[in-house]
Structure formats: structure tokens, C-alpha cells
């Protein structure tokens, strides 16, 4: 199967299962919408490239744009830098990601929010594709109140010292270094696509950052890195067919829970100096737990008493179905309907 119809599924798995993955009394509660309120008298300002609407540029919208406004951007592929900079309570949507497509010019990363000095604050992006420029798909700096949904990242997304960053439902990938990494920054993921990334979640500096019911696969190497004095909670991730599952190093200190962490090379990864509480996660890897190096050593006493070593039973793991099945031993375990991002298929198996 190709890479973009392998990231398709994903897609659709988890926008089915959105609804259901936190259903239930034992479940996980549900984020915060982390919605952007529309203000009174807020504008609609339309891009097109046509010249259907009052602006070909969406720079030239952004620049327009007041406390409220909404940034419509209609079908094409915008060959732009974007910056937002210097801006409250904007909304950016696209037309689809499939129809809109911004692909950068002459800078390092096509959309960028916030720029040295110059913070934005509760900027909402939504259903548009963001392409790699440079080595760099989008950058966020100095801001907070950041949202992005359904989007897709073709390249690498970087946060520096920003907070109140909520990405969720995005499909995030094919970066040659890391697909997200965040530094001395708060953030939520959840239930987005990571995938096709050296890395695919990096976590640094003095960051907290909470990872739920996302699937993070096809990495080189690890599927998440927490280091530094990075905190991170990870909840309900489905982190499989990576070089490493998550590796917990520097003097970080995390929680691992309910998470499926499967067919990679290695599981967890754990150094001396890192402090990482792990209960109710299901290993299935070549080695389930290691002691980081150098070289790094199988370490089968950093196991949990409530982590399983369980085949997750997925529907067809070859062709990126991680749905579990519908006899998967991974139902009702401990405060967990089940375990990882996607929910067992119903029926029979």
C-alpha cells in the first residue's frame, strides 16, 4: 500500500472512533474544544486566487485582519510565506486540506506563527495543507492560545516557548528530522496521525506536553523522545512499526498509561536520570524495555506490574489498519475500555 493511501486510513479510523474513544465512565475524559469564540462584528475576509475575493494574498488578509476576524481561504495552492504576528483571536480556514495547499517561497517554513519579539495569542487554523519549505513546515514562537484542526503538516512542526498549544486531528508526517518537536513549551496532542518522521514526537527543554489517542508509526527511529527537563503524559497512543517506541532520557520525568506500544524494534527506553511512572501499557516489540546506553541494554525489571506483553490483535497491521480486533485481549484493562487510540471493531472478528 503507498504511503498517502496508508495515511488515508489513518485519517478515517480516527475520525471514526473520535466520538468513541473517550466514551464511558472508565474512559479518559475528553479535551477541552480549545474553540476560538467568533466576536461581535468579526469579519469574513475571502482569499482567492481567481480575485473572487477581497484578497489574492493571505498574507495580504492577515495583515488586514482585526481582534475576531475570520481568514477564509478558498481552493488553490498559494506559493507564500504566511506569518502571523502581533494578532488576538484570528481564525484561518481553508476550503479543505485537499483544496488548499500553502507551499512557501523563500523562507525556512511556509506558515509561521509569531515572530522574535512578536508573540500572537488564540490563532485557530483549520482545513487547510501546510507543505515543507526549506526543511521546515511551520514554526510557532513566543505565542500562546495556538489551535490547530484538521490540518495536515507535510514536514516538520517546531514550538519554541509557547503555550496553550492544542493540536488535534491532524495528520502530521514526512519530515526528515522530527515530525513535531516542541521546546520550553506546553502542549496537547491528541488523536492525529504521525507518521513518516526520523522522529516522530520530541519533547525538550523544560516543556509539559500531554500526548492522547494519537497513532504515531513509520518513524526510523523513535516514535516519541522525551528529554531534558521535559514533563509529558502519554495516554491512549497507539506507537507502532517505529526503529523505538518512546524513549525517556535527560532528567525528564513523564506517565505512560494505556498506551499500545508494538512492533517496533524497541519499546521503552528509559535512562538512569529520567523519572517515568508506567502502568497498563501493552508491549509487543523485539525488546520490550532497555536501559539507555551506551549501547543501550534489555532492562526487563523496569517492566510495570500492570503492563501487559500482549499481541494487540490489530485488524491488518501490513496495510496500517490498527483498529483492534473485536477479540482483542486488550479490552478492560484496568480504567481503560480499551487500550490505545483506535476502538476494537465490532462483530465478529
Given at each position: 500500500m503507498s504511503r498517502s493511501r496508508h495515511v488515508h486510513l489513518f485519517v478515517l479510523l480516527l475520525s471514526?472512533?473520535?466520538?468513541?474513544?473517550?466514551?464511558?465512565?472508565?474512559?479518559?475524559?475528553?479535551?477541552?474544544?480549545?474553540?476560538?469564540?467568533?466576536?461581535?462584528?468579526?469579519?469574513?475576509?475571502?482569499?482567492?486566487?481567481?480575485?473572487?475575493?477581497?484578497?489574492?494574498?493571505?498574507?495580504?488578509?492577515?495583515?488586514?485582519?482585526?481582534?475576531?476576524?475570520?481568514?477564509?481561504?478558498?481552493?488553490?495552492?498559494?506559493?507564500?510565506?504566511?506569518?502571523?504576528?502581533?494578532?488576538?483571536?484570528?481564525?484561518?480556514?481553508?476550503?479543505?486540506?485537499?483544496?488548499?495547499?500553502?507551499?512557501?517561497?523563500?523562507?525556512?517554513?511556509?506558515?509561521?506563527?509569531?515572530?522574535?519579539?512578536?508573540?500572537?495569542?488564540?490563532?485557530?487554523?483549520?482545513?487547510?495543507?501546510?507543505?515543507?519549505?526549506?526543511?521546515?513546515?511551520?514554526?510557532?514562537?513566543?505565542?500562546?492560545?495556538?489551535?490547530?484542526?484538521?490540518?495536515?503538516?507535510?514536514?516538520?512542526?517546531?514550538?519554541?516557548?509557547?503555550?496553550?498549544?492544542?493540536?488535534?486531528?491532524?495528520?502530521?508526517?514526512?519530515?526528515?528530522?522530527?515530525?513535531?518537536?516542541?521546546?520550553?513549551?506546553?502542549?496537547?496532542?491528541?488523536?492525529?496521525?504521525?507518521?513518516?518522521?526520523?522522529?516522530?514526537?520530541?519533547?525538550?527543554?523544560?516543556?509539559?506536553?500531554?500526548?492522547?489517542?494519537?497513532?504515531?508509526?513509520?518513524?526510523?527511529?523513535?516514535?516519541?523522545?522525551?528529554?531534558?527537563?521535559?514533563?509529558?503524559?502519554?495516554?491512549?497512543?497507539?506507537?507502532?512499526?517505529?526503529?523505538?517506541?518512546?524513549?525517556?532520557?535527560?532528567?525528564?520525568?513523564?506517565?505512560?498509561?494505556?498506551?499500545?506500544?508494538?512492533?517496533?524494534t524497541a519499546g521503552i527506553m528509559i535512562a538512569s536520570s529520567a523519572r517515568v511512572s508506567l502502568s497498563?501499557?501493552?508491549?509487543?516489540?523485539?525488546?520490550?524495555?532497555?536501559?539507555?546506553?551506551?549501547?543501550?541494554?534489555?532492562?526487563?525489571?523496569?517492566?510495570?506490574?500492570?503492563?501487559?506483553?500482549?499481541?494487540?490483535?490489530?485488524?491488518?497491521?501490513?496495510?496500517?489498519?490498527?483498529?483492534?480486533?473485536?477479540?482483542?485481549?486488550?479490552?478492560?484493562?484496568?480504567?481503560?475500555?480499551?487500550?490505545?487510540?483506535?476502538?476494537?471493531?465490532?462483530?465478529?472478528?
Amino acid at each position: 500500500m503507498s504511503r498517502s493511501r496508508h495515511v488515508h486510513l489513518f485519517v478515517l479510523l480516527l475520525s471514526a472512533s473520535w466520538l468513541t474513544a473517550c466514551s464511558g465512565p472508565s474512559a479518559v475524559p475528553l479535551l477541552s474544544s480549545g474553540t476560538i469564540p467568533v466576536l461581535e462584528g468579526a469579519r469574513t475576509l475571502v482569499v482567492a486566487l481567481d480575485g473572487s475575493g477581497q484578497y489574492t494574498s493571505i498574507q495580504e488578509a492577515i495583515d488586514a485582519a482585526r481582534k475576531g476576524d475570520v481568514v477564509r481561504i478558498k481552493a488553490g495552492s498559494y506559493p507564500e510565506n504566511v506569518t502571523i504576528h502581533s494578532k488576538d483571536r484570528i481564525r484561518i480556514v481553508g476550503d479543505g486540506v485537499e483544496k488548499v495547499t500553502i507551499l512557501g517561497r523563500d523562507l525556512v517554513g511556509s506558515f509561521h506563527i509569531g515572530k522574535w519579539p512578536y508573540g500572537a495569542s488564540n490563532i485557530e487554523i483549520s482545513e487547510l495543507t501546510i507543505q515543507e519549505h526549506g526543511g521546515l513546515a511551520m514554526g510557532i514562537f513566543n505565542g500562546k492560545g495556538i489551535v490547530l484542526r484538521h490540518v495536515v503538516i507535510n514536514g516538520k512542526l517546531f514550538g519554541q516557548q509557547v503555550q496553550g498549544v492544542l493540536i488535534e486531528q491532524c495528520t502530521l508526517g514526512g519530515s526528515e528530522t522530527t515530525g513535531v518537536q516542541f521546546a520550553d513549551s506546553q502542549a496537547v496532542l491528541a488523536d492525529n496521525v504521525i507518521h513518516d518522521n526520523d522522529h516522530g514526537v520530541t519533547v525538550g527543554g523544560k516543556s509539559d506536553v500531554r500526548l492522547e489517542r494519537n497513532v504515531i508509526t513509520r518513524s526510523l527511529f523513535e516514535g516519541v523522545v522525551v528529554t531534558d527537563q521535559a514533563r509529558a503524559i502519554l495516554i491512549s497512543n497507539t506507537i507502532v512499526k517505529n526503529g523505538g517506541g518512546a524513549a525517556f532520557l535527560g532528567a525528564s520525568q513523564s506517565e505512560a498509561t494505556g498506551n499500545i506500544i508494538g512492533l517496533n524494534t524497541a519499546g521503552i527506553m528509559i535512562a538512569s536520570s529520567a523519572r517515568v511512572s508506567l502502568s497498563y501499557n501493552a508491549l509487543y516489540n523485539k525488546d520490550d524495555y532497555l536501559r539507555a546506553g551506551p549501547p543501550p541494554a534489555p532492562a526487563s525489571d523496569l517492566k510495570a506490574e500492570s503492563d501487559l506483553r500482549e499481541d494487540p490483535g490489530f485488524v491488518n497491521p501490513h496495510d496500517g489498519d490498527f483498529r483492534l480486533k473485536a477479540d482483542t485481549p486488550l479490552k478492560k484493562i484496568g480504567n481503560f475500555s480499551y487500550l490505545g487510540a483506535l476502538s476494537p471493531v465490532s462483530g465478529t472478528p
